[in-house]
């Protein structure tokens, strides 16, 4: 079993940073590939950003280059280093983990997810 817990959202401007963080605890963090998914007002669960468990990282097109998604496995922990933030990055941003040495995109892979933390980005 694994929990999760978010945190570091908030309502910036456009062009801000924010970083978001996850927790995890339970059985053998390391490998667990981890993810960040997004989810907008009206809008479906989409994949943000995916971290395997050797550090392998993927990135949804609209987010590359400004987000940068890494783990500190010994503090069970992963980062979502957010930039250059726009509006239509207004979202619910939940963490995810799947016991599995590949790099899913898919919500469907993934286990267990986090309570989701908010970011609202102002115009």
């Known amino acids: 079993q694994v929990q999760l817990v978010e945190s570091g959202g908030g309502l910036v401007q456009a062009g801000d940073s924010l970083r978001l963080s996850c927790v995890a605890s339970?059985?053998?963090?390391?490998?667990?590939?981890m993810g960040w998914f997004r989810q907008g007002p009206g809008k479906e669960r989409e994949f943000v950003s995916g971290?395997?468990?050797?550090?392998?990282?993927i990135y949804e097109d609209s987010v590359q280059g400004r987000f940068t998604i890494s783990r500190d496995n010994n503090k069970n922990t992963v980062y979502l280093q957010m930039n250059s933030l726009k509006p239509e990055d207004t979202a619910v941003y939940h963490c995810?983990?799947?016991?599995?040495?590949?790099?899913?995109?898919?919500?469907?892979?993934?286990?267990?997810w986090g309570q989701g933390t908010q970011v609202t980005v102002s115009s």
């Open positions: 995810a983990a799947c016991y599995t040495t590949g790099l899913p995109r898919s919500p469907r892979a993934y286990d267990y």
């Open positions: 339970g059985r053998t963090y390391s490998l667990y590939a």
């Open positions: 971290i395997s468990w050797s550090g392998s990282t």
